[in-house]
């Protein structure tokens, strides 16, 4: 008989995970303490935006017409720990504020109420991203707290999913890893996972360090990547240079590759910029801090592109905001998301707003949630709206609508046809054929 699933927080990772497992054929309970939360997922609502995943979970959630009705949500921890077989935690874990170090704080409490539940055996599985080390003290705890004591064992799963193909990437991971004690929870994780594996994803099987390193240590690559050839980008500013055609040149090495090369403002979201601040961190408190301290410099490029994008901008008006329109293209840290959690677009804008512009964003899917987050902004519900009389335009999140968009009926909207290209994403070629000044980050101008 197939385990059964609960899924702890129903955040980005949580609500994916257990749409996910519905559709693999396992029955599955969610979990989550935010009322409202669960009475949108049991509408087959998602909390956030995700391509395909409302879809994922109107085919499975309990009560909606046509749907398997093997997944469903509560809030009641006792209902959760008496459902499971197999429970994944899939709770946040943040930046301190004021600190480079991760909370802990939702992960442990998450596993603490869950623990004090468990009458029965099972199996707990971390997904969280946390500090290396963090599973050994949990496991410790579950013990301490758990009334079916040995009978519940630990297990970590990172994710590794990314904003925009989450839904992919859960049912179609390009490698699973399991860190493991035992047999008995390796042998449950495989065969949660076996359609994938038979699939051809790869299992990789691991002690705990390594599987809580797994996550940290490929955002801080990913990261590395991305502030090197804006690194370079400031370097062609200087020289002359074109960071576009250096990047395809040094792609074509096999060992370098082309993913991760496109210059820009730089590298935002949930995840990067709090990973490799809190891979530091705990570092530290290792006393491997020199292992590490490459990653400051991989975060100060990173945010030194922001500045410069404001800088770009500043000189394209003038020398001075005061009294300009600044039209923003995006809001949301990438595009397929409406996520702006330290998002370079409105971090751009927020810094441009400050200085005296009259800054209008607009943003496919993110303006919700931009405007709770800097509500003294203005926000406009096209693209077309947002230029309309606007002194410069600012391309910072690289939607395919931005892309298509006109530059010739931009043009006629717009104060005066200066375009930024953030994201080294459009065709300048099209642009300035439509009558604009086009500049981007990293490449000489005509």
Same mark, same amino acid.
């Given at each position: 008989?197939?385990?059964?699933?609960?899924?702890?927080?129903?955040?980005?990772?949580?609500?994916? %995970?257990?749409a996910a497992m519905a559709e693999l054929g396992f029955e599955v309970l969610g979990l989550d303490v935010d009322a409202e939360k669960i009475a949108r997922l049991s509408r087959g609502e998602t909390p956030m935006y995700e391509p395909g995943l409302q879809e994922l979970l109107r085919r499975h959630v309990e009560g909606i017409e046509g749907a398997s009705g093997r997944l469903r949500f509560t809030r009641d921890w006792a209902e959760a720990a008496d459902f499971g077989d197999i429970h994944f935690v899939c709770v946040n874990t943040p930046q301190k504020q004021g600190e480079y170090a991760c909370d802990m704080s939702y992960v442990n409490a998450a596993m603490d109420s869950l623990a004090k539940e468990l009458r029965r055996p099972a199996l707990v599985v971390g997904k969280s991203t946390v500090p290396v080390g963090s599973a050994e003290r949990i496991a410790a705890r579950i013990a301490a707290l758990a009334p079916a004591g040995d009978g519940v064992e630990l297990a970590w799963n990172p994710e590794f999913l990314r904003e925009g193909f989450a839904v992919a990437d859960t049912l179609h991971p390009d490698r699973i890893v399991v860190g493991v004690r035992s047999a008995h929870a390796e042998k449950l994780l495989r065969e949660v996972y076996a359609t994938p594996v038979a699939e051809g994803s790869p299992f990789i099987v691991t002690d705990f360090p390594t599987a809580e390193l797994v996550k940290t240590a490929a955002n801080s690559f990913l990261a590395t990547k991305i502030s090197f050839i804006n690194a370079m980008a400031e370097?062609?500013?200087?020289?002359?240079?074109?960071?576009?055609?250096?990047?395809?040149?040094?792609? %074509?090495?096999?060992?370098?590759?082309?993913? /991760?090369?496109?210059?820009?403002?730089? /590298?935002?979201?949930?995840?990067?910029?709090?990973?490799?601040?809190? /891979?530091?961190?705990?570092?530290?408190?290792?006393?491997?801090?020199q292992a590490l301290t490459f990653l400051r410099e991989i975060d100060s490029v990173n945010m030194r592109r922001r500045g410069r994008m404001v800088e770009m901008a500043r000189d394209a008006v003038g020398d001075s905001f005061l009294g300009t329109r600044v039209a923003v293209l995006g809001?949301? /840290?990438?595009?397929?998301?409406?996520?702006?959690?330290?998002?370079?677009?409105?971090?751009?804008?927020?810094?441009? %707003?400050?200085?005296?512009?009259?800054?209008?964003?607009?943003?496919?899917?993110?303006?919700?949630?931009a405007r709770r987050v800097f509500p003294t902004l203005g926000y406009a519900p096209s693209a077309l709206d947002a230029v309309r009389g606007a002194d410069v335009v600012l391309h910072l999140t690289e939607w395919s609508e931005f892309r298509d968009l006109d530059p010739e009926e931009l043009g006629a909207a717009a104060g005066r046809r200066i375009l930024l290209d953030g994201r080294n994403a459009l065709d300048a070629a099209r642009w300035r054929a439509a009558g604009w000044t086009v500049r981007a980050m990293g490449r000489p101008q005509p």
């Open positions: 008989m197939a385990p059964k699933i609960t899924v702890i927080g129903t955040g980005y990772l949580g609500a994916t %995970h257990a370097i062609c500013e200087a020289s002359g240079g074109d960071v576009v055609k250096l990047a395809e040149a040094i792609g %074509h090495d096999e060992r370098i590759g082309r993913k /991760f090369l496109r210059a820009g403002i730089g /590298f935002g979201g949930g995840c990067l910029p709090k990973d490799i601040r809190a /891979f530091m961190a705990r570092a530290g408190e290792l006393g491997a801090d809001a949301a /840290f990438k595009p397929d998301s409406d996520d702006v959690r330290d998002s370079p677009a409105l971090n751009v804008a927020g810094q441009i %707003h400050l200085q005296g512009a009259q800054v209008t964003v607009y943003d496919p899917k993110g303006m919700d949630n």
